[in-house]
């Protein structure tokens, strides 16, 4: 009992809770940060990927209007008879003279650098663009389809020099003479620049390697004073641009990513571009290369992660209210919680307290006990051994003698009486109720009373109408009853009667219902120093009282879940309730 552990001072829910609390707004926040982030880099991802097919369509719009344009260059030439008769002749001067400022024209106003005429074998007969070189066979992709199908056609030509170029050949027949061909070509890279403009972004354009040689690409360069970089990729070179330089982040891995089919998000001094590839495909068919888009996102980039800043400072703002108003509930919730965690700290020491002294309390009453039975013991004990030696000194003396062993008998019946009492005491633990109507018990009991008082005290008894049955133990209770009734008796003098009582009554301490059985008598009162040991057994004011009807009378009245007690009554005499519940 002394070595109860008391629990440990418990932890605070407050801090336990807050932890568990903020952990899950940061995960929530981090989540929904994430999520949005997430969202934005999809859109912008489903953005550009939607763009490259844009610039690819754009672009292709571009050619086809070019084209056209080239149609009607062809056609003028061809509608021309000045040029249709030196063509005829074959004259290059007849050309060079009805042709050039047509050309000039051409060249200045609409961006056309190839004007050929070509003979019907494919051979060159005159370049307006470069008249000295002449004689040799074309047998680039347009022109075969052209000769083959016998129409004109047109597409990108990769030339040997790296330049792109779209061409339109057009086979050039008078009635059912073929003359020959008319070639007009441009470079593409104001084409380029309008589609980068057009749809705001900037654009490159990638040649594969397999489609070139180094030293006839450097040749081109050097010709048309590029400082063009054949190794700065592995498989494609940079053959024209809208920006001044490609970002020096945009390396070999992030192209692998490209040609992969992937978007990619690159750094480039300070700014965020994303970048996507369309491919590119010449006259013939062959995917000869990328166009290459960089978007600057930086603007976009920048206002969304202000808004980004603003949503988590929101957040943040929102969280730390609903965190600030938890702190508080909390705290007071805490604050109870160590308070009664207090209070039943303080109620367990109390109880093991409690549990010391009722063990003290027990203890010390079986000492009164034994002290008790010691005493009425001893007493007619010593008279016996007294007795005893006296009459075997007497021995001589019969008449003394039986007086003696009168003396002797009456001590040896006094003690038997005695453990009789004890044995009656000892009975009373054991505890059967019933119902029991209680005005046969009482009659019965003051029968039995009548018998064993030699005064004949009268005895009144006042029941309910009608009188009740109680559930309790009859003969227990019909014990209590003539103790009290005994020592109503003893403790009246004349002939002052006795007064049995039955009344209904309450609980002063719990409020149960119960009945109070009360035993009056008009006798000597109680004395005032016995008042507060009547219950005590073996105490007694009577020369050959035990002290045990009392205690009996408590017993009785404790195994019913009842108490028993006692007073004065003004009028004289004293009065026992033992109160018994419903
Ligand atoms: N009706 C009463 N009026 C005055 N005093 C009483 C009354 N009943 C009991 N007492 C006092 O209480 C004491 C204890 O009573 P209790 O019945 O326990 O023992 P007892 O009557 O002395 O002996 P026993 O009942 O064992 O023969 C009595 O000695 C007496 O002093
Ligand atoms: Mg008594």
Redesign the pocket.
Known sequence: MDNQAFPTRPKSIKAAFLRAFGLALLVIMGVFATAIYMAEAKVRDRDLAERAPAVAALFAVKLGKDSALMHAVGHAMMGNAAIAQAFRQRNRQALEDQGRELFEILRTDHRITHLYFDLPDRVNLYRFHSPDRYGDKIDRATMLQAHSRSEPVNGLELGPLGTLTLRMVMPWRQGRQHLGYIEVGEEIEHLISEVSATLAVDLAVLVNKRYLAEPQWQQGQDMMNRQGDWSRFASHVVQAQTMTGLPATLDETVLARLLAGKTVKIKDQGRSLHAALAPLDDAAGHHIGELLLIRDISDLEATFNGYMAVVILLSLGVAAGVFGVFYVALERVDKDYQRQHELEHRLLRMNTEHQRILQLEKLSALGTMVGGIAHQLNNPLVGVVNMAELAAREADDPDRTRELLDEIQRAGRDCRSFVR?MLEFSKVSRFESRPTPIADLINDTVLMFRQTEARHLPVAVELPDPPPELLIDPILVRHALF??L???A??TDGQAGITIRLVAGTDEDSGAPGWSLIVA?Q?????PE?LDK??VPF????S????????VVQQVALLHHGHVS?RNRPQG??E?ALWLPR
């Open positions: 009492r103790n009290l005994q020592n109503a003893q403790a008598d006798g000597r009162g109680i004395a016995a009547l219950f105490f007694t004011t009577r050959d009282g035990t002290g045990l009807g009392l205690p006692a005499g004293a026992f």
